[in-house]
């Protein structure tokens, strides 16, 4: 039976990111959706194993368009960027916190950079206070969805894969829980997630 319940950061314990963000770097940069999106692919699991900055990631994300970044334009990016993934999801929250009334354990997978963690209190800092155990891509140089980034929280947290329930809004994500031999679900939003979590757990 299901005995602890990890969450994602960004799309699941805050809300998506903010569709102003791609407004304002269009704007700025005239840069798309669409190729803010094929940059990412390229190099953000650089930027969240910590082995790339936000500043740096931006910088080859122009250079491949043929621009290079001023060191202010590159601050830019990473400001807006980060401030774009703090705005709590209210409903995530409030379930986090009746799961662990009922006495489930909770913790909190992630990718994210090391320099994120300020962002990471301001978005999710009330989880975080009851959380059992978290694992930062950052802080531990990997990355969901990487075998060993679940093994490490099954560690911390102390148990064993089959008894934990995921939520990550990134499908990958979810399959490499599911690969591990967790439960695991694809979040889009905190009602369909607790009816997902109610099959696991009554099963």
């Known amino acids: 039976m299901i005995e602890g319940v990890v969450f994602d950061f960004g799309g699941v314990l805050v809300k998506p990111q903010e569709e102003s963000f791609y407004g304002m770097m269009e704007a700025r940069f005239g840069w798309t959706r669409a190729f803010l999106r094929a940059g990412w692919a390229r190099y953000r699991a650089q930027m969240d194993a910590g082995t790339l900055t936000a500043e740096d990631m931006y910088r080859r994300i122009a250079a491949d368009a043929g621009r290079t970044l001023t060191d202010e334009e590159a601050a830019f990016c990473r400001q807006a960027d980060y401030d774009s993934w703090a705005h709590p999801d209210a409903e995530t929250h409030a379930w986090a916190k009746e799961l662990k009334a009922a006495g489930y354990k909770i913790g909190i997978l992630t990718n994210m950079p090391p320099d994120f963690m300020p ?70 939003d905190a009602a369909s997630a607790r009816r997902a979590f109610s099959a696991c757990a009554g099963a």
């Open 119 to 188: 962002w990471f209190d301001r978005g999710a800092g009330a989880v975080r206070a009851l959380a059992d155990a978290e694992v930062v891509s950052g802080a531990e140089r990997l990355v969901k969805p990487d075998p060993a980034i679940y093994r490490l929280m099954e560690s911390r947290i102390g148990l064993p894969p089959e008894k934990l329930f995921f939520l990550d809004d990134t499908l990958a994500n979810v399959d490499g829980a599911r690969a591990c031999g967790w439960r695991a679900h694809r979040f889009t």
